[in-house]
């Protein structure tokens, strides 16, 4: 199928960007990498009567260290940049061990970090790593200006975010990681690139004796949007991370924190399945990272 018809800008600055969508803010949509948006046009789930395309705004394409040790991601950052960029892999190594779970090589090449984020695609990875990572957002817009949003309130339900009509999100911001922390993905998809159906994203914080101080487990594709696992994150945190407590932990993900979809791809009770199976197997490798003192 054909779109239906719309209208096309391609603003050169931010500022331009946001006076075409202050104009008409309910009909006007962003057009980033286009990976979800114009599958969506094409089959008229998504009819923009405007379409605003950001790709000319080179000044929302970067990754910076801040002084803090934390990173700031502009939001029309590639999706491949972000999986070869080397402050990536020393600040954020969690996020370098997601993106090559992210569809395949050629839609990261055009797919944007800020795109994905602002999709809310409950079967995403990079919701649930920014959930996991306590990402802040900064959005712009004409009227409302500059805010920045705590992930903990981004994420509303089913492809729908804090983000108002006519408003940008511009930046991604990673705090500094926490000493002897360790981090780690994965997911299980019937093909390598298909959309997961269940995937973990875990930071772990141990102290010098080995106690667990911090923990935080995010889960994809096990509702409708990114959801932090907390009674398995609580279930950690100040005990020593015995295969008993981590088993405990999975079976907590999968029986309290979720209530997981059944679609064409997988039932819920196999969701569930693969929930504990993950759980157990990324907080055993982010709690190895974290012992031996390595940030990946
Ligand atoms: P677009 O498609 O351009 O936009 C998506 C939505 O976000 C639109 O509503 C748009 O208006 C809005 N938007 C975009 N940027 C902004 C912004 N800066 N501010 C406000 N709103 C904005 N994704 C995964 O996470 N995992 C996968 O396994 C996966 N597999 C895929 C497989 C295939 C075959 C395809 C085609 C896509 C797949 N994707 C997957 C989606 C891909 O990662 C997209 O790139 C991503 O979801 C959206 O990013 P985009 O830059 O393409 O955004």
Redesign the pocket.
């Known amino acids: 199928m054909k779109p239906a018809p719309f209208r096309y800008h391609a603003p050169e600055t931010l500022e331009e960007a946001l006076d075409i969508l202050a104009e008409d803010p309910w009909e006007a ?11 969506a046009m094409n089959f008229r789930l ?1 009819q923009p009567t405007i379409l605003v395309d ?1 790709n000319r705004l080179a000044e ?1 394409a970067y990754v910076e260290a801040t002084d803090d040790g934390g990173l700031r991601i502009g ?2 950052t590639r ?1 491949a940049v972000v999986e070869r960029d080397a402050l990536v892999a020393e600040r954020a190594p969690l996020l370098r061990e997601t993106m090559p ?4 090589p050629q ?2 090449n ?3 970090f ?3 984020i ?2 809310a ?1 409950p ?4 919701p649930t790593v920014a959930l996991v990572l306590d990402a802040t957002l900064c959005a712009r817009s004409r009227d409302g200006g500059e805010r920045t949003i705590a992930v903990g309130d981004f994420f509303f339900g089913l492809l729908t975010t804090a ?1 108002e009509p006519g ?4 930046e991604v911001i990673l705090p500094a990681p926490t000493p002897r922390t360790g981090w780690a993905f994965d997911e299980m ?1 019937r093909r390598h ?4 159906l269940v995937g973990v994203a875990a930071a772990v914080t141990l102290a010098g004796d080995g106690r667990c101080t911090d923990a935080r487990i995010g889960l994809l594709s096990v509702g409708e949007g990114p959801v932090l696992a907390e009674a398995a994150a609580g279930a950690l945190i100040g005990e020593e991370l015995s295969e008993a407590l981590v088993i405990e932990a999975a079976e907590l993900a999968a029986e309290a924190d979720i209530d997981p979809p059944a679609d064409l791809h997988a039932s819920a009770e196999f969701r569930r399945h693969l929930v504990r199976v993950l759980v157990r197997r990324v907080v055993h490798r982010a709690g190895d990272r974290a012992l031996a003192g390595a940030s990946g």
């Open positions: 949509k962003i057009l980033a990498g286009g990976q979800s948006l114009i599958p998504a950001l929302l939001a029309m999706q779970h992210i569809a395949h839609i990261r055009r797919g944007t800020g795109g994905s602002a999709h695609d079967a995403g990875e990079l983000l408003e940008v999100l511009t998809a690139g298909d959309y997961a």
